[in-house]
């Protein structure tokens, strides 16, 4: 059987306690169990065990190569259900000053933040599959800036995302 999808990610970070806070206070993250230098947190609404786990390693350490002198992870993407959540999530994020980036790529409308090592990760909402067309397919190759006004006009902002494409119709 093939992967179905991420159960979790664990990060190394420096500081424990302002990780999970920026994490809690952006993104909703509530911490689930706890260790000196460990924290496991659930994402809002999650049933999972666990979604993030974060590791301290100390305020000395350098910050991660990956993607300039070394491989390595990008980002991580998490996907919220309708597009009001993600233009109140680009609220909090712009609002902490962590938003980098927002992005149309037809089919999925996404947002770019740092955590406080600078670690990046996306929101994204997907346009559900019985939404999507040919024209929609066609237009990937060409990233535009998001535009969560119209796209809330378009789709609705409580329309839910991902139904056919990331869960089941």
């Known amino acids: 059987m093939p992967v179905q999808r991420l159960n979790h990610a664990v990060l190394y970070i420096r500081d424990l306690e302002r990780s999970v806070a920026f994490y809690r206070d952006a993104l909703g993250f509530e911490v689930v169990m706890s260790m000196p230098g460990g924290a496991f947190l659930q994402a809002p609404g999650s049933s999972n065990d666990h979604d993030l786990a974060l590791f301290e390693i100390g305020p000395?350490?350098?910050?991660?190569?990956?993607?300039?002198?070394?491989?390595?992870?990008?980002?991580?993407?998490?996907?919220?259900?309708?597009?009001?959540?993600?233009?109140?999530?680009?609220?909090?994020?712009?609002?902490?000053?962590?938003?980098?980036?927002?992005s149309d790529h037809v089919t999925t409308?996404?947002?770019?933040?740092?955590?406080?090592?600078?670690?990046?990760?996306?929101?994204?909402?997907?346009?559900?599959?019985?939404?999507?067309?040919?024209?929609?397919?066609?237009?990937?190759?060409?990233?535009?800036?998001?535009?969560?006004?119209?796209?809330?006009?378009?789709?609705?902002?409580?329309?839910?995302g991902g139904v056919g494409v990331s869960t089941p119709a």
């Open 109 to 160: 409308k996404a947002l770019y933040a740092h955590d406080p090592d600078g670690l990046e990760y996306e929101i994204c909402w997907l346009v559900p599959a019985s939404l999507i067309d040919d024209e929609a397919l066609a237009a990937r190759s060409r990233i535009r800036p998001l535009n969560l006004a119209a796209d809330k006009q378009r789709y609705g902002g409580q329309t839910r």
């Open 60 to 102: 000395e350490a350098a910050d991660s190569p990956a993607g300039r002198t070394s491989v390595g992870l990008y980002h991580l993407a998490w996907e919220v259900d309708t597009l009001d959540e993600l233009e109140r999530i680009a609220a909090k994020l712009g609002e902490s000053g962590a938003l980098v980036g927002a």
